[in-house]
């Protein structure tokens, strides 16, 4: 969790430092805008806190309702004026910070699911920090994955295997 934290922190600071032009403008992810990057962060956050939730009640939740569902959120947030953006990605990652704590209690299930990858539950937290320096790396500023800590980079690596193997 520190570590999310440092991540999660350093993030936020790039987020907060980029200017409506700057935030209009594309990321390394297709399609999208930096704007979308930070809201997919802001949705995400309070997605994977499903997941948290299955591993602790062991009743089944999906993180997003549908991918419609989760592109609709994704496009709301990036529509929103900057400080709104700004503000829910820091609410987003502060929730999940908390929510994630009741990962250290007892679990009621092993492992969750998302998007057909196989999580063990207490490597949620590891899922979202896997999140959060993969797109600082995609909003494409002077922010490098270099500059991330090297478990943060094996947890990136660790997700970017997980999605191989259930995309086969």
Same mark, same amino acid.
């Given at each position: ?28 992810? /297709? ?13 995400? /956050? ?42 829910? !990605? ?14 250290? /209690?007892? =679990? ?7 998007? /057909? ?39 990136? =690596?660790? !997700? ?9």
């Amino acid at each position: 969790l520190s570590r999310l934290e440092r991540e999660t922190d350093s993030f936020l600071a790039t987020v907060e430092s980029l200017s409506d032009e700057e935030l209009a403008a594309p990321s390394l992810c /297709g399609g999208w805008t930096r704007a979308h990057v930070v809201a997919h962060l802001a949705s995400n /956050g309070r997605a994977l806190v499903r997941l948290v939730d299955w591993a602790v009640t062991g009743e089944e939740q999906r993180p997003y309702a549908s991918p419609e569902a989760r592109n609709r959120e994704i496009d709301e947030y990036a529509a929103l004026p900057r400080e709104e953006l700004v503000r829910r !990605a820091r609410e987003s990652a502060a929730y999940f910070a908390e929510q994630s704590r009741r990962l250290g /209690g007892e =679990l009621a299930v092993e492992e969750v699911h998302m998007h /057909g990858k196989r999580i063990p539950a207490p490597a949620v937290v590891a899922l979202r920090n896997s999140e959060i320096v993969v797109h600082h790396h995609d909003l494409d500023t002077d922010w490098t994955l270099e500059r991330a800590e090297p478990d943060s980079l094996v947890d990136a =690596l660790e !997700a970017a295997v997980r999605t191989m193997r259930a995309k086969d």
